[in-house]
């Protein structure tokens, strides 16, 4: 689902520019096959250092890092070019120009590196991994979108009502948000949202008790003077 939603919107011609700016949960790239068609520039901003080594692996194929050409596959065949697979994958690496560490704690938040800001911003499930409550998903949704030009577009994705996730063994908490929460959210910060759809979790896991995911397309409005 997060693949054939992201194609779609993707290719409708509506996100596209110079420079992409993500910031995801984890060491994930799939979400990016479509986009390397409308950005001269992708940046990937990671919370941890060990999401930054497991994507370096993967950018200059080494040994030990994770195989997405299955996601590769699916992406081609949505698109219709199953045959195109290798090719998809060695213009997503060309693609990807940074992939950096961000700290909320800094004022700039890759200080030293200085960013632009981007034409389109994807949000994939770190707000509620980074946000203690309700007051810092504000706080940091502010921060991160700091990096979104004006008239700039905003991808969001993310697991609702959840409360938390586990990776290799161990248990990290999710900030529990509805949409609602999220709708609110999103346009006291400045945003218009465009599109939004909830569906409800089909299987259920013990690696996480969100109930459904939220997907969000939005727009940053200008500033008037």
Same mark, same amino acid.
């Given at each position: 689902?997060?693949?054939?939603?992201?194609? #779609?919107?993707?290719?409708?011609?509506?996100? @596209?520019?110079?420079?992409?700016?993500?910031?995801?949960?984890?060491?994930?790239?799939?979400?990016?096959?479509?986009? /390397?068609?409308?950005?001269?520039?992708?940046?990937?901003?990671?919370?941890?250092?060990? +999401?930054?080594?497991?994507? @370096? !692996?993967?950018?200059?194929?080494?040994?030990?890092?994770?195989?997405?050409?299955?996601?590769?596959?699916?992406?081609? %065949?949505?698109?219709?070019?199953?045959?195109?697979?290798? %090719?998809?994958?060695?213009?997503?690496?060309?693609?990807?120009?940074?992939?950096? !560490?961000?700290?909320?704690?800094?004022?700039?938040?890759?200080?030293?590196?200085?960013?632009? /800001?981007?034409?389109?911003?994807?949000?994939? +499930? &770190?707000?509620?991994? &980074?946000?203690?409550?309700?007051?810092?998903?504000?706080?940091? +949704?502010?921060?991160?979108?700091?990096?979104? @030009?004006?008239?700039?577009?905003?991808?969001?994705?993310?697991?609702?009502?959840?409360?938390?996730?586990?990776?290799?063994?161990?248990?990290?908490?999710?900030?529990?948000?509805?949409?609602?929460?999220?709708?609110?959210?999103?346009?006291?910060?400045?945003?218009?949202?465009?599109?939004?759809?909830?569906?409800?979790? #089909?299987?259920?896991?013990?690696?996480?008790?969100?109930?459904?995911?939220?997907? +969000?397309?939005?727009?940053? /409005?200008? !500033?008037?003077?």
């Amino acid at each position: 689902m997060p693949l054939q939603l992201l194609q #779609k919107w993707q290719e409708r011609g509506d996100f @596209k520019g110079d420079v992409l700016i993500d910031f995801s949960l984890g060491p994930v790239i799939h979400h990016f096959y479509a986009a /390397q068609k409308y950005f001269k520039d992708i940046i990937l901003l990671k919370p941890t250092e060990h +999401c930054i080594l497991e994507v @370096k !692996k993967w950018m200059n194929s080494r040994t030990g890092a994770f195989d997405w050409s299955h996601t590769s596959t699916f992406a081609t %065949e949505m698109a219709g070019n199953s045959e195109q697979c290798e %090719e998809k994958e060695v213009g997503l690496r060309t693609a990807i120009t940074h992939v950096v !560490k961000f700290d909320l704690n800094l004022e700039n938040l890759t200080d030293p590196i200085v960013l632009p /800001q981007a034409d389109c911003l994807v949000f994939w +499930c &770190i707000l509620e991994a &980074i946000s203690k409550d309700l007051d810092d998903f504000v706080k940091n +949704c502010r921060r991160l979108s700091k990096l979104l @030009k004006p008239g700039g577009h905003l991808l969001y994705y993310g697991g609702l009502n959840g409360t938390f996730y586990v990776v290799e063994g161990e248990r990290f908490h999710m900030l529990k948000y509805n949409e609602s929460n999220l709708r609110s959210i999103l346009s006291n910060e400045g945003f218009v949202i465009t599109h939004l759809e909830v569906s409800q979790r #089909k299987a259920e896991s013990d690696l996480s008790d969100f109930d459904s995911v939220v997907f +969000c397309t939005a727009y940053k /409005q200008q !500033k008037h003077i």
